[in-house]
T-cell receptor, first 107, second 112 residues
Framework: DIQMTQPLSILSASVGDRVTITCRASQNIGNWLAWYQQKPGKAPKLLISEASRLESGVPSRFRGSGSGTDFTLTISSLQPDDFATYYC?????????FGGGTKVDIK | QVQFVESGGGVVQTGTSLKISCSASGLDFSNYGMSWVRQAPGKGLEWVAFISFEGTTTYYADYVEGRFIISRDNSKNLLYLQMNSLRLEDTAVYFCAGDTLGGQGTLVAVSS
């Protein structure tokens, strides 16, 4: 199975900060990577697919980058609505795997 | 836009069975491999099972192998998960997925 690692489980930040969340795959997955935002009691919301394609309706302050094994989700200017947990997910292989999540909380 | 509507969850006792469903729209369902993914309370997301686009090939995570059966009806754009011999640790919200998640999930709660 492909392992997905998000090194930071918690990231403390302030409104207006530029936030970078990283994700590493245990093998080359090309661009087959998605990012989700999840708030307590809610389903994960798809933000980005194919590593950098912004989903419809997602604010442009979210940006995905990377390919192969190293990926990044950047929030250019953190807004109050952005405090949540973020997951990466690979879909290069039928056995979909997810990172452990990075919780962005208030500094 | 791809959308999934999961249904059929509920509260069941250990050792019993339950079948959940997923209605898919916004994708060429009959040409897509599909999966079930779950999230236990307070935990991360884990893959459960996969079925090929034509339904002839299936794969399962070790923790459900032999107990769960994934199936599909391409004429109705429906995905199913038959869950047998349910355990307390199967308690989770279950999501269906193509390449990615796209629904609200359905809660399966197993009690003793």
């Amino acid at each position: 199975d492909i392992q997905m690692t998000q090194p930071l489980s918690i990231l403390s930040a302030s409104v207006g900060d530029r936030v970078t969340i990283t994700c590493r795959a245990s093998q080359n997955i090309g661009n087959w990577l998605a990012w989700y935002q999840q708030k307590p009691g809610k389903a994960p919301k798809l933000l980005i697919s194919e590593a950098s394609r912004l989903e419809s309706g997602v604010p442009s302050r979210f940006r995905g980058s990377g390919s192969g094994t190293d990926f990044t989700l950047t929030i250019s200017s953190l807004q109050p609505d952005d405090f949540a947990t973020y997951y990466c997910q690979q879909y290069d292989n039928y056995s979909l795997t997810f990172g452990g999540g990075t919780k962005v909380d208030i500094k | 836009q791809v959308q999934f509507v999961e249904s059929g969850g509920g509260v069941v006792q250990t050792g019993t069975s339950l079948k959940i469903s997923c209605s898919a729209s916004g994708l060429d369902f009959s040409n897509y491999g599909m999966s079930w993914v779950r999230q236990a309370p307070g935990k991360g997301l884990e893959w459960v099972a996969f079925i090929s686009f034509e339904g002839t090939t299936t794969y399962y995570a070790d923790y459900v192998e032999g107990r769960f059966i994934i199936s599909r009806d391409n004429s109705k754009n429906l995905l199913y998960l038959q869950m047998n011999s349910l355990r307390l640790e199967d308690t989770a919200v279950y999501f269906c997925a193509g390449d990615t998640l796209g629904g609200q999930g359905t809660l399966v709660a197993v009690s003793s």
